[in-house]
DNA sequence: GAGACGTGGGT
DNA sequence: TACCCAAGTCT
């Protein structure tokens, strides 16, 4: 550790501290549907949910996860379309097939129970340094350093440590401060109400100091710089791509494609669509050759629907909606054909549930 | 280490 | 409007 920091934190009364966040932990923590019980599962379950996510987003989701699948053994024994089926909407699909994949590493390896040893956790799928710390303090109640965006922006503050946070090895910093300050008494409620109160009071934007149970602990706020902290560097701009997609139909069954197992929403299912480059073939022309070549389906194509748009971190799709009709299906591949209520069984990106309901306003 | 990987909400 | 963000991990 910096030896400026190590400095400060030798004057830094450690125990008053714990003792105010405590306190406040205890007096103002919200009713989290997670924080019913300390079953491991769960604590799991939530970690993985709340990465990148917001609570009030997660609640319904971790809800209805919990009650389709209970424990450990009812989701190691489940199909990964009815665990895509329940992470739809949420994002980030990855993490439900790491969390299934792993579930069922625990039921095989472990007999069903959550690893308490932080080396045995770091081997599961999708459990990086955080959720390891958080599943070995929540769950397990040991004083491990569970560092997310929200403990770097408090700490970062509190003792204004000026790297910056956008770096992944500005995070073993905390890990080692934390280290230090952790309560050891109580590890579990120390680190969720470090997380508490970046959620609640010490708010990346304008933070409620005045509200805040340990501002005479923090430096930033002495010195009036909290609003400068932490030191985060820009991501850059991501690309527009332009995407021409088709919702198709004969008789009573509409066409979908399962999207491959890697890469950008990876196992999930949409309707046909192709990238399309501007040129002088038209948006509509390019995606009947697409549809030919690639799906070898012979279609009647109409004129521009809607246009959708979705949003990505690191890029964005502009969404040409087109309705179809097939007329040539014998030569089809790589495509199922389903009825409306079976289509409840897959799992869409958001942007292809639009796609469907734009269809279903116009039809 | 930088970029991929979703979505919805806040300013 | 156009960013930035929210309990990160994987490649």
């Known amino acids: 550790m910096e030896e400026i920091l190590q400095k400060q934190l030798m004057h830094f009364q450690k125990e008053t501290f714990q003792r105010d966040l405590l306190e406040w932990y205890r007096r103002e923590k919200r009713d989290l549907p997670w924080r019913k019980d300390q079953d491991p599962y769960k604590v799991w379950v939530s970690e993985i949910m709340l990465q990148q996510t917001r609570v009030d987003t997660v609640k319904p989701f971790f809800n209805q996860f919990i009650k389709k699948f209970p424990t450990i053994e009812a989701l190691a024994e489940a199909d990964e379309e009815e665990v895509l089926k329940a992470w739809e909407g949420l994002g980030y699909y990855s993490r439900a097939r790491n969390l299934h994949s792993a579930v069922k590493e625990v039921k095989e390896t472990y007999g069903g129970k959550v690893p308490d040893d932080p080396k045995q956790l770091e081997k599961l799928k999708g459990i990086g340094p955080y959720t390891k710390g958080a599943i070995l303090s929540i769950a397990y109640n040991l004083p491990e350093p569970a560092v997310d965006g929200n403990v770097m922006r408090v700490v970062s503050r509190i003792l204004t440590i000026w790297e910056d946070i956008a770096k992944p090895k500005t995070r073993k910093i905390f890990e080692s401060v934390i280290r230090e300050i952790i309560s050891k008494e109580h590890p579990s409620d120390f680190n969720q109400a470090l997380m508490e109160l970046g959620a609640l009071v010490c708010t990346p934007t304008s933070p409620s100091c005045l509200l805040c149970p340990v501002r005479k602990h923090c430096a930033a706020y002495h010195e009036g710089v909290e609003e400068e902290l932490p030191v985060k560097t820009k991501t850059k701009a991501h690309r527009q791509v332009q995407i021409a997609a088709a919702v198709l139909k004969k008789d009573d069954f509409y066409y979908i494609h399962k ?24 948006q509509k022309k390019q995606l009947e050759q697409f549809l030919q070549q690639e799906y070898g389906i012979e279609s009647t194509i109409g004129d521009l629907a809607g246009t959708i748009q979705h949003v990505f971190s690191h890029l964005t799709w502009n969404i040409s909606v087109f309705f179809g009709h097939v007329k040539n299906d014998t030569e089809m591949k790589e495509i199922n054909k389903v009825t409306k209520d079976e289509m409840n069984q897959y799992a869409f990106p958001v942007s292809h549930q639009k796609i469907f309901s734009l269809y279903q306003e116009q039809s």
């Open 259 to 282: 999207r491959p197992s890697q890469g950008l929403l990876a196992n999930l299912w949409e309707f046909p669509n192709c990238e399309t480059k501007r040129g002088n073939l038209s």
